[in-house]
């Protein structure tokens, strides 16, 4: 782990900054403070498509129409689709697929709520 990496998961920490060499101590609290307040996790998980349709709802407890999802497509079905839009609602995420994805896709997603 480099000293920069090292000082940036320190400073994370809130391990006081004068334990390290102090231009790296800037450049931490510079990039930290560039990210604001982060997200939070809401869910992650694998899913596999029921087919039927281009559309796939996924039940999520406590979701909300204003986090973010990101979902990308695991496992390649012997149909090839890719997902073309996931919306969030209240405890459902919406992934839309170019056409049917059978029962043979599986995807990961993430779910985001960002900082108030």
Same mark, same amino acid.
Do not use: C, W
């Given at each position: 782990?480099?000293? #920069? ?7 994370? =920490?809130?391990?006081?900054? +004068?334990?390290? /060499?102090? /231009? =790296?101590?800037?450049?931490? =609290? +510079? ?5 604001? #307040? ?17 559309? =796939? ?13 990101? *979902? ?10 890719? *997902?073309? +839009? ?7 995420? #919406? *992934? #839309? ?8 896709? *599986? ?10």
């Amino acid at each position: 782990m480099s000293q #920069t990496l090292a000082t940036l998961l320190a400073r994370a =920490e809130n391990v006081r900054a +004068k334990d390290f /060499n102090n /231009n =790296e101590a800037k450049l931490a =609290e +510079k990039i930290l403070s560039g990210l604001g #307040t982060l997200p939070s996790i809401v869910a992650s998980a694998n899913f596999t498509t029921l087919g039927g349709a281009a559309a =796939e709802a996924i039940t999520i407890a406590g979701l909300l129409s204003t986090d973010i999802a990101i *979902v990308t497509v695991r496992v390649i079905g012997a149909t090839p689709r890719i *997902v073309t +839009k996931a919306v969030t609602t209240a405890n459902t995420l #919406t *992934v #839309t697929f170019a056409g049917d994805p059978s029962t043979d896709h *599986v995807i990961s997603y993430l779910v985001l709520r960002p900082a108030a």
